[in-house]
């Protein structure tokens, strides 16, 4: 079982950033690949970004590609989400998620994850 705990939303401006973090229980983490989901009101959850074992291959959106990072750090068990040039359509609850040790080459749907977070709200004034 493995726990997984959003942190560091938050309310900014436009323009501005923010750094999400997920830490995650259990030993095995180094052997999980993480992703970023995010849910604003009124629609559906939807990717944001991943991060497959090793760190070394990653995929975002298309609408937060060039803003937003995904990054690990296996020795913390934390992964992160540095967010850059924020807007207000990025305004959503934000969830990390994991994914048990077994290859996919896609990372974006979320029946793909074992493990979810409860949640970050990030709130992007205009």
């Known amino acids: 079982q493995v726990q997984l705990v959003e942190s560091g939303g938050g309310l900014v401006q436009a323009g501005g950033s923010l750094r999400l973090s997920c830490a995650a229980s259990?030993?095995?983490?180094?052997?999980?690949?993480m992703g970023w989901f995010r849910q604003a009101p009124g629609k559906e959850r939807e990717f944001v970004a991943a991060i497959w074992w090793s760190g070394g291959n990653t995929d975002y959106a298309d609408s937060v590609k060039g803003r937003f990072t995904i990054s690990r750090a296996d020795a913390k068990n934390t992964v992160y989400l540095q967010i850059n040039s924020l807007k207000p359509e990025d305004t959503a609850v934000y969830y990390c998620a994991a994914r048990g040790p077994y290859y996919s080459k896609s990372l974006r749907s979320e029946r793909l994850y074992d493990y979810w977070g409860q949640g970050t709200q990030v709130t992007v004034s205009s």
């Open positions: 259990g030993r095995t983490f180094s052997s999980y690949a």
